[in-house]
């Protein structure tokens, strides 16, 4: 699976973003679907995930009731879309894909593919 991230950029705090990630050689359709972010000198950071179907989402307390995640399997593609952003928000944002395994999960060990990550930089 190769995983391509999307609509990163430089904003203003309080605007909105929404990052695509795009998937090719396998579906994504079976697939726990996570979104994480990383700063320099820091740890990857979950952000959020999706289960298979987009029946349930798991957020972190850090963006929740500002982000959501969608996915749409037809289109092989996972969405992550920002709201009041944060100057805290500012990092590398990464989709990634869970196999095996169906249960919504935090841990950044649980995911097998990553994407290459997308920058978003948020300023005052």
């Known amino acids: 699976v190769q995983l391509v991230e999307s609509g990163g950029g430089s904003v203003q705090a309080g605007a909105s973003l929404r990052l695509s990630c795009i998937a090719s050689g396998r579906t994504l359709s079976s697939y726990v679907m996570g979104w994480f972010r990383q700063v320099p000198g820091k740890e990857r950071e979950f952000v959020g995930s999706?289960?298979?179907?987009?029946?349930?989402?798991l957020y972190a307390d850090s963006v929740t009731g500002r982000i959501t995640i969608a996915r749409d399997n037809v289109k092989n593609a996972v969405y992550l879309q920002m709201n009041s952003l944060k100057l805290d928000d500012t990092a590398v944002y990464y989709c990634?894909?869970?196999?095996?395994?169906?249960?919504?999960?935090?841990?950044?060990?649980?995911?097998?593919?990553w994407g290459q990550g997308t920058q978003v930089t948020v300023s005052s």
């Open positions: 999706i289960t298979w179907n987009g029946g349930r989402t």
């Open positions: 990634a894909a869970r196999f095996p395994g169906h249960e919504l999960t935090s841990e950044v060990a649980d995911y097998t593919y």
